[in-house]
T-cell receptor, first 111, second 115 residues
């Protein structure tokens, strides 16, 4: 499987700030894209799927740039509870195909 | 909805023993389930795709005779780590594919420590 790359961070951000991070993928045939959140020693939980037109869910906005092969996640008005590792995941085959994950970006929101 | 369980949540065993991990979709049926492994500070790596009623598909580098997968029903897949060794110590996570939402839901994971 092709690689998915993320800046591991950590990103240290004050509470209330806006933070953004990117994820690049190398397989241009990739069809589906996701952001997962993983807390320490826990399983990943789906944060949001990423659609071609970009999508927003509350304080979170995800964008896809197929030409440059990256996806991004923007978090506005960051909360202490946003501290976690954010994993980018890509599905090449679409549908019921295994995911290729990045190593994750560690985010620390500071009071 | 869309809850996936795993059992056990953690296991410690001696080198050479076999360990079975169960993955269950509690409120939906999953024709396809996946097994991943995550080493410390590493990404989740797909080990195999488990399809109900057929043989699992293993990723390159994953030994099918060492990691036995059985998906006997639409709500249960099992992973057996045979003759476990210390290098098999890892966090094993399953996911179940919910076709109606085109989404994988992850189980809570199983921490395996082989002494």
């Amino acid at each position: 499987r092709k690689e998915v790359e993320q800046d591991p961070g950590p990103f240290n951000v004050p509470e209330g700030a806006t933070v953004a991070f990117n994820c690049t993928y190398s397989n241009s045939a990739s069809q589906s894209f996701f952001w997962y959140r993983q807390d320490c020693r826990k399983e990943p939980k789906l944060l949001m799927s990423v659609y071609s037109s970009g999508n927003e869910d509350g304080r979170f906005t995800a964008q896809l740039n197929r030409a440059s092969q990256y996806i991004s996640l923007l978090i506005r008005d960051s909360k202490l509870s946003d501290s976690a590792t954010y994993l980018c995941a890509v599905n090449v085959g679409g549908g019921a195909d295994g995911l290729t994950f990045g190593k994750g970006t560690h985010l620390i929101i500071q009071p | 909805g869309a809850v996936v369980s795993q059992h056990p949540s953690w296991v410690i065993c001696k080198s050479g023993t076999s360990v079975k991990i169960e993955c269950r979709s509690l409120d939906f049926q999953a024709t396809t389930m996946f097994w991943y492994r995550q080493f410390p500070k590493q990404s989740l790596m797909l080990m195999a795709t488990s399809n109900e009623g057929s043989k699992a598909t293993y990723e390159q580098g994953v030994e099918k005779d060492k990691f036995l997968i059985n998906h006997a029903s639409l709500t249960l897949s099992t992973l057996t780590v045979t003759s476990a060794h210390p290098e098999d110590s890892s966090f094993y996570i399953c996911s179940a594919y919910l076709a109606a939402q085109e989404t994988q839901y992850f189980g809570p994971g199983t921490r395996l420590l082989v002494l």
